[in-house]
């Protein structure tokens, strides 16, 4: 099968410290050399560097994780998905999650233009001793008429599977053709961001203190919260801008490094 961009990298435990064992990329995806932001674990970005996703594009990402490793992984900009005439853009993303690893994941949001179709798949494979932390954002791009909206559609797929065992399935479909404002959709919001926590580190004890931090929340956002069947924590946020809904993950993401490793925050935005 041919990719408009392919990646693949894995981390591995070695003396204390989590490095790059082994990476490889071609077409339109690049990697960025691992930066230590802790000295025990990188933070490595993800480049893609064609500007923008378009009509008929495939990409695939692979990230594998050993034993042990705890790594953060971002992207350099946004995606930016525009006008697709003949075939939706594609992008396929599989975590693989070793006994007592971390992966720590926020790209930078989604960004649908006017005509945009985006289809993206999400896969994880998990122990019950690893660690998922996952944020994404969905937003509208500009437009020539200046309404909102105007792609025409986005779907994003998650899969989880727990110990070999499919434990979660999210599926966020929108689709501005069939209305976007009602109850159960946007419900006048603009964009959409989605947390996933799943950690052997979310006790009843993490989510009491989880749910008095929510209070801090502005009302200007539409916040929800739920627990899967397996330790962890899923999150949905509605807002007008981008910036809201980052500032609530990092605030979210913050509390998690404290509550969870005992470590201080990490600033992963690129300005």
Same mark, same amino acid.
């Given at each position: 099968m041919s990719w408009s961009g392919l990646l693949r990298c894995t981390a591995m435990e070695k003396n204390g410290r989590t490095v790059i064992s082994d990476s490889y990329y071609e077409g339109a *995806?690049? $990697?960025?050399? =691992?930066?230590?932001?802790? =000295?025990?674990?990188? /933070?490595?970005? %993800?480049?893609?560097?064609?500007?923008?996703?378009?009509?008929?594009?495939?990409? @695939?990402?692979?990230?594998? %994780?050993?034993?042990? &490793?705890? $790594?953060? &992984?971002?992207?350099?900009? &946004?995606?930016?998905?525009?006008?697709?005439? @003949?075939?939706?853009? #594609? #992008?396929?993303?599989? *975590?693989? %999650?070793?006994?007592?690893?971390? $992966?720590?994941? *926020? =790209?930078? =949001?989604?960004? &649908?233009?006017?005509? /945009? #179709?985006?289809?993206?798949?999400?896969?994880?494979?998990? @122990?019950?001793?690893?660690?998922f932390i996952y944020g994404d954002i969905m937003t509208p791009g500009w437009s020539e008429s200046g309404d909102l909206f105007r792609y025409d559609w986005i779907r994003s797929k998650l899969k989880l599977y727990y110990e070999g065992n499919l434990m979660l399935f999210d599926h966020l479909y929108l689709e501005p053709g069939t209305g976007m404002e009602g109850i159960m959709r946007m419900e006048g919001y603009t964009h959409v961001g989605s947390l996933f926590v799943i950690s052997p580190f979310i006790t009843k004890d993490f989510l009491q203190k989880f749910e008095r931090m929510t209070a801090r929340v502005p009302d200007s956002v539409h916040l929800g919260w739920s627990t899967p069947i397996i330790p962890g924590l899923i999150v949905r946020v509605l807002a007008h801008e981008t910036y809201v809904i980052e500032t609530i993950f990092q605030m979210i993401h913050q509390f998690v490094r404290e509550e969870c490793f005992r470590e201080e925050p990490v600033f992963l935005r690129k300005y």
């Open positions: *995806f690049k $990697l960025t050399r =691992p930066i230590y932001l802790y =000295p025990s674990h990188p /933070a490595i970005y %993800l480049i893609h560097v064609g500007g923008g996703y378009v009509d008929g594009d495939r990409y @695939k990402s692979e990230i594998t %994780l050993q034993g042990g &490793a705890h $790594l953060i &992984a971002t992207t350099q900009s &946004a995606t930016k998905i525009y006008k697709t005439v @003949k075939e939706p853009v #594609q #992008q396929y993303t599989v *975590f693989s %999650l070793d006994d007592q690893s971390v $992966l720590e994941f *926020f =790209p930078d =949001p989604v960004i &649908a233009y006017e005509r /945009a #179709q985006f289809y993206q798949e999400t896969t994880v494979y998990m @122990k019950e001793s690893s660690t």
